[in-house]
């Protein structure tokens, strides 16, 4: 974990019913866990087996340098037999893959793609997953990097 970044002043969070949204007020170049920016295991409980997670750039000004290659890595406590993920960038797939059986899933973005998507103000990457019962993320394990330095 880089110490330079602050995460509870770079990092908003919004709780809602089935969404998480994680707002960024600046580009934070490095790998960073759920549990980094304040989310705990019990934060990250689905009891649906969906998962919503949007990631707000839309405060970072237009400084963003995405990573060459954004990524998710999650982890579960459940073994699952499938998943299924969707990443989309302003609106825009930019990512769907179906995952076969076990306690992870990691998702590699191409920079490109969500740089072809950007606008000048709003930008937003949403997560979506389904997952085939109940799921309980990892939040110590889960993590993600979108940004580079």
């Not at 689905?46 to 998962?51: A, D, L, N, P």
């Not at 609106?91 to 793609?113: A, F, P, Q």
């Not at 979506?128 to 940004?147: M, N």
């Amino acid at each position: 974990m880089n110490n330079i970044v602050d995460l509870h002043k770079s990092v908003s969070i919004e709780k809602n019913q089935g969404e998480i949204n994680i707002i960024f007020n600046e580009p934070i170049p490095d790998t960073i866990s759920f549990k980094d920016i304040g989310l705990s295991d019990e934060d990250l409980y689905f009891e649906s087996g969906h998962i919503r997670i949007k990631f707000d750039f839309s405060k970072t000004n237009g400084v963003r340098k995405f990573y060459d290659i954004p990524t998710f890595r999650i982890e579960y406590y459940e073994k699952m037999s499938e998943t299924h993920w969707i990443c989309d960038f302003n609106e825009k797939t930019i990512l769907d893959k179906t995952d076969h059986y076990g306690h992870s899933t990691v998702l590699l973005m191409k920079r490109k793609e969500i740089e072809s998507a950007e606008h000048h103000h709003s930008n937003a990457l949403l997560l979506h997953a389904e997952f085939p019962k109940p799921v309980h993320l990892k939040a110590d394990k889960s993590d993600f990097h979108f940004f580079r330095s």
